[in-house]
């Protein structure tokens, strides 16, 4: 990050090889949608390229770049609410047949769907620690609050996610909801 | 902001507030409760339907697939800092929109070298009288004396003294 701070174009590159994938695929849970996440994770490294000297040896760099890309992701969620296109999230796997493809698909659009629901702290807390499998402890750092806290919206996230979810895993495995 | 829990002896509560926070994959659990947690889940037949209903909700989140990653977003995320200079240079044509902006900027440059060598190589004048006790002018080389001597006259100064 010094050598980013100074100008090494070298270094920032790296830095993308390195975290751009993971950035886009946390920036793309949070907001919704492919286009608005890969202006998110542009916006972040602009703001990487030209706030290095922010960065503080004290923190990990993944952390700060989550912590950077979750604030470009809320600025852009402030602007609009994402729209929810199923076939642009959902994976089928070609093996299954026409109904278990058309379950899986409403499945997906519903947890989708489900997850923009929550709370943007709860949501954030569940995909860094979900799907980005960050620890308990960097993900409190990247949203700020202690592990208790993290813990406490992991909680009301996934019962909220139950909730909103309720039926959809029998309907997914072929039986009653 | 951040600090682990303080745990001292693993519980039933805190395994039931593990499955709730975290889900029942034993890898997202704190590394340092993982070992004694996962022996009470797998053991205590009482955490059996809170396991299950954690596995089933991340079983749900699941099927959500990851997003791939695009190869032409790293491209356009690397030429930022190039952008970022483009830029400068684009600020640069709004300042001097009659040509390629080097040239005035060269032009510049040249003319305040010239300032600098001229200035050390130009003697220093000295104007003394009663009211100015001293004064440093500095006047152009090609006829220092004549200079001095009319900025002398003018200001009414008595003594006039030149270093050479």
Redesign the interface.
Known sequence: MPRIAE?D?VA??AL??RH??RL??FA??LVGD?AS??DV??DA??AV??SAARWSPAAKVSTWLYRIARNAALDRLRRRRPTVDPES???IDPADGPERQLS?RQ??AA??EA?DGLPERQRTA?VL???E?R???DA??IL?????A???L??RG??A??AA?QG??AD?IGGEP | MTGMPAMTEMTMDRVRALLAAYGADPGHWPEAERAAALCLAETDPGLASEMAEASALDGLLDVLPAPAPNPALRVRLKAIPDRAALRWADRLTAFWPFGAPWRPAAGLVAAALVGIVVGFATPEAVVSDGEWSEATITVAAYDPVAAVAAMASGAGVGTLEILQ
């Open positions: 100008g174009a920032y590159r993308v090889d751009a994938d886009l695929a793309e849970r492919r996440a890969e994770v542009q490294y602009l390229w030209r999230v959902v994976l899986v499945t997906a947890v989708r997850l569940i620690v979900h799907y499998r620890s308990g402890a409190a750092d700020g609050v202690s592990v208790e993290l813990e406490s992991l909680a996934r019962r996610l139950k979810l959809r895993r997914l």
